[in-house]
């Protein structure tokens, strides 16, 4: 089974500065997806980037960036510029390919920007 | 606005009972996936529908049962309700199959009293 860690349940980060959220994941499968998505207070969960296993290069998404680390099962966010409307829950997520598409999400951690 | 939409948007029952969710996916797309957030279990996808056919399945209980109309919305029908049903209760649709790009409504909000 697929298992998606969370390890910072809360973080802050000063208005225009740079913040890092973590996330790392277990599987044996290789073809797979990896997600951040954002849930505001509104509760709408947002997608915020995703990353396919099979490529190398780090996807970027304005001022969201990931650092894909395959081999380290270790799949970081980073948030640059941060600003007010950043301030939400953001979950980690990992999908398999192939037969049947099946989701996994971390516990979350919860982002506050500070003015 | 992610043109998906969900009702009710909150719904209280008892022990028990049983209710059904209603998600109208975004114009065109053919897929449906359900996602329950409650606080003990966090965020967790049951089921996926594509073109009214099951094509993924979950953590969904046996209690809990979903279907796809040929009009591409869907349901999901809760029964034998248990307090620990309390959650938000999302529906997603993306256009294909794969899931990559799915667009979340702004879900149900189930208490089980």
């Known amino acids: 089974a697929q298992t998606v860690t969370q390890s910072q349940p809360e973080m802050s980060v000063q208005e225009a500065e740079t913040v890092t959220l973590s996330c790392t994941y277990d599987?044996?499968?290789?073809?797979?997806?990896l997600f951040w998505y954002k849930q505001p207070p509104s509760r709408q969960m947002i997608l915020v980037i995703r990353?396919?296993?099979?490529?190398?290069q780090n996807a970027t998404e304005n001022r969201f960036s990931v650092n894909f680390q395959k081999a380290a099962k270790s799949f970081s966010l980073k948030i640059s510029d941060s600003q007010l409307g950043d301030t939400a829950m953001y979950f980690c997520?990992?999908?398999?390919?192939?037969?049947?598409?099946?989701?996994?999400f971390g516990t979350g951690t919860s982002l506050t920007v500070i003015p | 606005d992610s043109g998906v939409t969900q009702t009710p948007k909150h719904l209280i029952t008892a022990t028990g009972q049983r209710v059904t969710l209603r998600c109208s996916p975004r114009?065109?797309?053919?897929?449906v996936y359900w996602y329950q957030q409650s606080l003990d279990q966090g965020l967790q996808f049951l089921i996926q529908?594509?073109?009214?056919?099951?094509?993924a399945k979950g953590n969904i209980l046996e209690r809990f049962s979903a279907q796809q109309f040929p009009d591409l919305h869907s349901e999901l029908n809760l029964s034998s309700l248990e307090l620990g049903d309390s959650a938000l209760y999302f529906c997603?649709?993306?256009?294909?199959?794969?899931?990559?790009?799915?667009?979340f409504g702004p879900g149900t909000r189930l208490t089980v009293t």
């Open positions: 997603a649709s993306s256009l294909g199959t794969s899931g990559i790009e799915q667009y």
């Open positions: 599987t044996s499968e290789s073809n797979y997806y």
């Open positions: 114009s065109g797309d053919l897929s």
């Open positions: 529908y594509y073109n009214g056919e099951e094509r």
């Open positions: 997520a990992f999908m398999k390919q192939g037969t049947g598409n099946q989701f996994y």
């Open positions: 990353q396919e296993a099979y490529k190398q």
